[in-house]
T-cell receptor, first 117, second 113 residues
């Protein structure tokens, strides 16, 4: 149980285009999803917290107009990288928790490797 | 603010030997502590968590972790390492009132046959 599916697993796009990444909780309802970014050989940095039916909460330094997050249902959150640039190339990972409790672990998708050329 | 420190970038151990991956944390209130493992180009897999109760927590794949409140540590351990344990390990903490996890910098575990 507690499977999180992320799609696509990798994407290559040209500078200036937009890319959408989907994160789905397959067998549970996730009121909250989290989007992380991971640079090579570095840790995961929280980008934003996505709440179903409301606006996402972005971490300091993350451009909300650059990284659009939509959490339209209890099983789907999307991250759109708008007007992508090479510096946006990274590994993006979503996560979700199936209990609205601080002691429940996060379950992660397999990540999306974005390469902007 | 909450933070996690993993002082070792890499840990090397021979197969069959015990392993320890170190983690210390800083958080307001009671800590909720987690260990995750990441294989190349994959997301994170949950290994174990400490919420309350026994300081020694047992998790997946034979891993365990020991919570030490006075040292604010949560070291990951395994009595006998396998080559297949070679991966990147992350310690994470969640403090009271914050639902997102804060991760350490990660420790690469290399188990030699």
């Amino acid at each position: 149980g507690a499977v999180v599916s992320q799609h696509p697993s990798w994407v290559i796009c040209k500078s200036g285009t937009s890319v959408k990444i989907e994160c789905r909780s397959l067998d549970f309802q996730a009121t909250t999803m989290f989007w992380y970014r991971q640079f090579p050989k570095q840790s995961l940095m929280l980008m934003a917290t996505s709440n179903e039916g409301s606006k996402a909460t972005y971490e300091q330094g993350v451009e909300k107009d650059k990284f659009l997050i939509n959490h339209a249902s209890l099983t789907l959150s999307t991250l759109t990288v708008t007007s992508a640039h090479p510096e946006d190339s990274s590994f993006y990972i979503c996560s979700a928790t199936y209990r609205d409790s601080n002691n429940s672990p996060l379950h992660f998708g397999n990540g999306t490797r974005l390469t902007v050329t | 603010a909450q933070s996690v420190a993993q002082p070792e970038d890499q840990v090397n151990v021979a197969e069959g030997n015990p392993l320890t991956v170190k983690c210390t944390y800083s958080v307001s209130g009671n800590p909720y502590l987690f260990w995750y493992v990441q294989y190349p180009n994959r997301g994170l897999q949950f290994l174990l968590k400490y919420i309350t109760g026994d300081n020694l927590v047992k998790g997946s794949y034979g891993f365990e972790a020991e919570f030490n409140k006075s040292q604010t540590s949560f070291h990951l351990k395994k009595p006998s390492a396998l080559v297949s344990d070679s991966a990147l390990y992350f310690c994470a903490v969640r403090g009271t009132g914050r639902r997102a996890l804060t991760f350490g910098s990660g420790t690469r575990l290399q188990v030699q046959p």
